[in-house]
Structure formats: structure tokens, C-alpha cells
């Protein structure tokens, strides 16, 4: 997972590093095409493959953002349908009989709150969360089975075990959505891409005996900004950009303290 190992680190040093390298090829380029200009050759075909390069980069830029963006609106929904089960569940538990509430209401609660917050920042917590999910479904399904048990044809207890399935289900498609990135390939292409793209622009100045430092200094800060915004949007729990989680906030507000 590229973007969750890269945003573990300081964002911003990490754009720096990113402006580092673009803008560097830039200057190599300007450098290469002022060593190798020849009098009164204009560059047009250099020209055409910096505009080539460029047309690329903003393609794989598009294509990159679209993924990441699509990603983090599935992982938005699927914190609001993990709400809805939970959700769902309670209130069908509370048509239960009074002495079979308590049991359920507690572990939903303890459920939610590690819903919440799951694996936070950390990747090395994603797997302890994983299991006490696991854990406190299984002590869901029990006290359904013993309702179950006691009333077998009790509608009540049908569509809690309905609602608890649902719960379950979501549980799983909620974790596929966080394991699943932009590819990684695709990251280091798109900086690729962008070095080349800029070192072909600097080479174009070279070669036309002009310096650009300040225009390639800028075009490669919003370059970098570009591939941050793809990285940050496609890790749900470090970065500047988060997936909202305020609908299991309210969830865990109206199962009380």
C-alpha cells in the first residue's frame, strides 16, 4: 500500500521532495539543452514532444484523481451504511424483551466505538481492530441465537437477525474498500511522467537559449500539490483529507454512554 506507507511520513516533506525532483529534472533539461543547442536551430520538435509529455501528465493526472476520488466517496458510503446497520440493529434489539436488550445493546455499543475509530492512523492497529470486530460479532450472534432459542417464532427476533447480518456484511465490504488503493504502479508513473514531462520543458528553454527557473519552479509546486491531493484522497486515515465518520458518531450518541 504506496500511499499509506508515503503519508506515514510528513506530508509535506514529502511534496517537497516530490517539487525537489520534478523541478530538478527541469534544471537538468535546461542545462542539457543549452549545452547541446545548435545556432539557429529553433527546437520545434522538442517543442512537440514537451506538449506531448505534458498532454500525458495531465491524462495520468485525471485518471489517477478519478480513482482516488471514486475510492474515497465508496469508503464515505460505506461508513453511512455501517451506521444504518448498526443503527438498524439497535433499534430492532430494543423490541426485544427487556432482559435480552442489556446484552445486546452493551456489545453494539462496544461495536460502534471500535467502528469509529478503525485503525485510526496506524496500520499496525488495523489488525486488532479486525479482531475485536470480529469478537463482539460473535457475542452478537450468540445472544441472536439464544433469542432465537427462547422465542422461535418471534418476528422481533427475525429482523434483528436480519439487521445483524446486514452488520455483518458491511463489516467486510467496509475493510475491502480501505485495503484497496490507486494502484502503485501508477503512483510512480504519474511522478515519472511528470519528471520527464518537465525535464522535456526545461530542455525546450535550453534549447532556446532561455531560463525559466521561477514558471518551472511554479508548474512543478502545483505538479506536486496534484499528485499529494491523489495520494492524500486515497488513504482514508492519515493526510489532510479523512473520510467524515459522522454518522457512527451519531450512532454512538443515541445508544448512549
Not at 423490541?95 to 485503525?119: C, F, H, K, N, S
Not at 488495523?126 to 479482531?131: C, G, K, L, S
Request: hydrophobic letters at 50%; zero cysteines; a neutral charge.
Amino acid at each position: 500500500m504506496l500511499s499509506g506507507r508515503v503519508l506515514a511520513l510528513n506530508i509535506f516533506a514529502i511534496h517537497a521532495g516530490i517539487v525537489v525532483l520534478v523541478a530538478g529534472t527541469a534544471e537538468v533539461g535546461n542545462w542539457l539543452g543549452r549545452r547541446f543547442r545548435k545556432p539557429g536551430a529553433e527546437g520545434a520538435d522538442i517543442g512537440t514532444l514537451t506538449a506531448a509529455a505534458l498532454g500525458l501528465l495531465a491524462l495520468l493526472l485525471a485518471f489517477s484523481f478519478s480513482i482516488a476520488l471514486s475510492r474515497f466517496d465508496a469508503r464515505r458510503g460505506m461508513v453511512l451504511d455501517e451506521a444504518n446497520a448498526i443503527g438498524s440493529a439497535a433499534n430492532f434489539a430494543r423490541l426485544l424483551p427487556q432482559a435480552e436488550q442489556g446484552p445486546i445493546l452493551g456489545p453494539l455499543r462496544d461495536y460502534t466505538a471500535v467502528r469509529l475509530a478503525l485503525g485510526d492512523d496506524s496500520d499496525a492497529r488495523m489488525p486488532e481492530d479486525i479482531a475485536r470486530s470480529l469478537d463482539l460479532q460473535t457475542k452478537l450472534w450468540r445472544e441472536a441465537a439464544a433469542a432465537s432459542a427462547a422465542s422461535p417464532q418471534s418476528l422481533p427476533v427475525s429482523n434483528f437477525a436480519k439487521a445483524l447480518n446486514e452488520l455483518t456484511n458491511v463489516h467486510e465490504a467496509r475493510l475491502t474498500n480501505l485495503r484497496y488503493h490507486v494502484p502503485a504502479t501508477v503512483i510512480l508513473m504519474l511522478i515519472g511522467v511528470a519528471m520527464v514531462a518537465m525535464g522535456f520543458t526545461g530542455y525546450n528553454s535550453g534549447a532556446l537559449g532561455a531560463r525559466r527557473r521561477i514558471p518551472d519552479l511554479i508548474m512543478s509546486v502545483m505538479i506536486g500539490l496534484l499528485i499529494m491531493l491523489v495520494l492524500d484522497l486515497d488513504d482514508p486515515r492519515r493526510g489532510l483529507i479523512q473520510v467524515p465518520v459522522q454518522p457512527l458518531v451519531d450512532v454512538m450518541a443515541e445508544l448512549g454512554p
